[in-house]
C-alpha cells in the first residue's frame, strides 16, 4: 500500500532509482550533437535552509568567457536552471542540451542548481536551496562577471515548480502566525507547519519527539512509520535554526523583480522565468491529477509518483497548498510579485497539463502577465530527455529555440546577435 513505506525504504529505493536514471541521462548525452560539460563548478553553503550544508553549482559558459573574465570586460546574463526528478531524483548535468542551447544562442552564462534532494532534504529545502543559489550568484556577480540586471530562471518538472517557488521564496520569510500562534490576518498560508510547537525553547528540550497532530484536508497523504527521528530532528532545526531569508526583499521593477539582502549592496533583477512542464498543484491528488491526462498509457509510473511524494512531501501534515509547493494556488499579492515575463511549456500527454493551464490562465486573466505558452502535441512528460544514444528527442532543440528567443527578448539582446 502506498505511503506506509519506512524512511531507510525510501532512501534505498532512491539511492537505486538514481544509478538507473545516471545511467539513462548518460545515454541520454551521447546523442549527436553533443551537449557540452560544465566549464566549472562552485559550491555555495546554506544559508536559508535551517538544514546546513553544501550544494553545488554547475556554470556553463560562452566562449569568449575566461578571455573576457582576464579582461574584466564584458558582463553576462544568467539563466539559473533547476533538473527534473521529483525533488528526489536527478543532477545538474541532466538539461546540459539546454544549457548548451542557451550558452549558444543567447549568449548566457547557464548555471545549473545541485539543490539537495529528498528523502534526504524534504521540502522545502530544495526550493531554499534554489534561492541560497540566487543569492550567492547576486554576492559574487562582480568576480563571476554577472550582469546583475539580467538575471532569469529555468527548470523542468520538478524544477520547472522551483522556476516559480524560488522567486517566491526570494519574496521573503512566510509567516501566517505570531510566535504565540495568533493567525497574521491577509499572510501567506502554509508557513508554521502544524505539527512543529510554535514556542520551543532552545537548548532546554528534552527529545526530539513532536507531538502528533490531525492531518488538515490539504495535508499530505504521507503517514510516517518507524524511524521518526530524521523527520523530528528536521522539525526542530526548522524551529530553532537560523535562515537568511528573513534579511531577504523582493519588489517589483518595471516587468522585472529585483532581489535585495540587507546589509548588502548586491541586487538583482530578475527578468523572467522559462518553465518546462512543471508540477504546480500538490492539492490535487495524483488520481485527479492522472484522470486530465489524455493517454493513460503515457501517465508518469506510480513506482516513480509514490517514490517523490513520499520522499519530499514531509511532514505528514504539511500545507499542500503551501506557496512555495504550490505555486498554482499561491495567493494573488505573491504571484502579482512573479516577473511580468513568464514562458510556460506543458506536454499534451501529461497528467501535470491541466494544473499547468491553470496556473496560465490565472497569470494572464486574473494578474496581466505575459505568458508565453506552448503545449508540445504529442509527447508525455520529460519527453525531451529521452535515453536515446542515437538521436535527440524529437522537437526539443526546437522548443528550446523559442524559449530562446523568449530569453532574448527579456534580456533586451538584438535577435541578431553572434556568440560565437
Known sequence: ?????????????????????????????????????????????????????????????????????????????????????????????????????????????????????????????????????????????????????????SGFSSGGNMSFTVPLCLQGELLDRTSSGAKIP????????????????????????????????????????????????????????????????????????????????AVIKIRGIVSFYPSTDYTQTREQRRQTCSRKDQDLPAVFTELFDDSYLQPPSLDLAHPWLSPGVAPESMLKMLPDDIVLFCCEWDMLLAEGERLRDRLTKD??????????????HGWDKAPNPLRESPGARQQYMVACQELKRMFDIEQEDDFE
Open 1 to 153: 500500500m502506498p505511503g506506509d513505506r519506512p524512511r531507510w525504504v525510501l532512501h534505498i529505493q532512491a539511492q537505486f532509482w538514481r544509478v538507473l536514471m545516471g545511467i539513462g541521462m548518460m545515454l541520454h548525452r551521447l546523442a549527436r550533437p553533443l551537449p557540452p560539460s560544465p566549464s566549472f563548478h562552485k559550491y555555495v553553503e546554506a544559508t536559508v535552509s535551517p538544514l546546513k550544508g553544501k550544494f553545488r553549482l554547475q556554470f556553463y559558459v560562452p566562449k569568449d568567457y575566461h578571455r573576457q573574465k582576464k579582461l574584466k570586460g564584458r558582463r553576462y546574463p544568467v539563466v539559473i536552471n533547476f533538473h527534473g526528478g521529483g525533488f528526489t531524483l536527478g543532477t545538474a548535468r541532466d538539461d546540459a542540451r539546454w544549457a548548451g542551447i542557451v550558452v549558444e544562442q543567447v549568449g548566457a552564462v547557464v548555471v545549473s542548481v545541485d539543490y539537495r534532494l529528498a528523502p534526504e532534504h524534504p521540502f522545502p529545502t530544495a526550493v531554499e536551496d534554489g534561492a541560497d543559489a540566487i543569492l550567492y550568484l547576486a554576492r559574487n556577480a562582480d568576480h563571476l562577471m554577472l550582469d546583475p540586471t539580467r538575471f532569469a530562471v
Open 186 to 265: 491577509d499572510s501567506h498560508a502554509g508557513n508554521v507547519p502544524l505539527d512543529v510547537p510554535l514556542d520551543v525553547p532552545s537548548l532546554q528540550v528534552p527529545s526530539l519527539q513532536v507531538p502528533s497532530v490531525t492531518p488538515s484536508p490539504n495535508s499530505s497523504r504521507v503517514p510516517l512509520v518507524r524511524q521518526k527521528s530524521r523527520i523530528d530532528r528536521i522539525a526542530m532545526l526548522r524551529q530553532t535554526g537560523v535562515s537568511s531569508l528573513s534579511l531577504v526583499s523582493s519588489y517589483k521593477d518595471g516587468a522585472a523583480v529585483s532581489v535585495a539582502t540587507q546589509g548588502s549592496d
Open 367 to 380: 494578474l496581466g502577465k505575459r505568458v508565453h505558452y506552448h503545449c508540445v502535441p504529442g509527447v508525455p
